[in-house]
């Protein structure tokens, strides 16, 4: 802190590389920052990391057939374009080297004892597990066509990086769409905010805090409870999913 008498050093660990911006100007200008950014391994990273937790030493007390078999049985899995959609999945959602080894402890667990070998079945075990299901339930199966839409709009908001929306908001994105694409699916305002509300009791949207309870429910900022993977895959086998 920028004062003689009194000094004090206070450590934040955030997500957002803006977190520190988040702060009110007048307490903002009291630091002095440092910033420690540390990025997600990269792609080269995480297969060196994969290899060396998944093979087997050559020097270990297993017999040697076994390990060759093993460590091949490793590279064919990791080779192959199936496993690295799926590790592509797991990573959008998290890429933290702490989850990375969550999921590889997963499918060990998994393997099939009387092979003794891990298999393509065995990681897609160990991520479906993992994975939020609930929310992607509720996607796939209790979600209407204009609560997919609704969903995608807030979606497309959120990667035009606004990061406050609300009802009204979602609705001129809605508008949008069906303005570029001359979607048939056009639906009453009343009859949108009816599937808004459903969202919000499916949990899959929320508010986005409680500050502006005293606001009708169409003004107030909402954000999603479902990341962009799942909202992807829940669409994908969703069966009404134009």
């Not at 809605?174 to 509300?197: G, M, P, W």
Request: aromatic content about 8%; glycine content about 2%; proline content about 3%.
């Amino acid at each position: 802190m920028q004062s003689v008498t009194s000094q004090a050093v206070v450590i934040g660990i955030s997500s957002r590389l803006d977190a520190d911006q988040l702060l009110e100007k007048r307490v903002r200008s009291r630091f002095s920052h440092r910033k420690i950014l540390f990025l997600p391994p990269s792609k080269e990273e995480v297969d060196s990391l994969l290899e060396h937790l998944l093979s087997l030493p050559t020097d270990s007390s297993f017999p040697s057939g076994y390990v060759s078999q093993f460590n091949e049985k490793i590279k064919n899995i990791t080779s192959d374009t199936r496993f690295k959609d799926m590790l592509r999945t797991f990573l959008n959602a998290n890429s933290t080297v702490n989850s990375l080894l969550k999921f590889i402890f997963r499918a060990v667990s998994s393997m099939n004892l009387e092979s003794g070998l891990l298999s393509l079945e065995t990681f897609k075990a160990a991520l479906s597990s993992m994975q939020r299901q609930p929310k992607l339930e509720a996607v796939r199966a209790d979600c209407s066509i204009l609560e997919l839409y609704l969903l995608v709009c807030m979606r497309r908001l959120e990667v035009k990086e606004q990061s406050l929306y609300n009802f009204i908001s979602v609705m001129k994105e809605y508008k949008t769409i069906h303005d570029s694409f001359q979607t048939s699916d056009h639906y009453a305002q009343n009859v949108c905010l009816r599937a808004f509300e459903h969202l919000r009791e499916r949990e899959v949207i929320c508010y986005a805090e409680n500050r502006g309870q005293s606001q009708t429910g169409e003004y107030r900022p909402m954000k999603l409870l479902i990341l962009a993977s799942e909202l992807h895959q829940g669409m994908r086998s969703h069966a009404c999913c134009p």
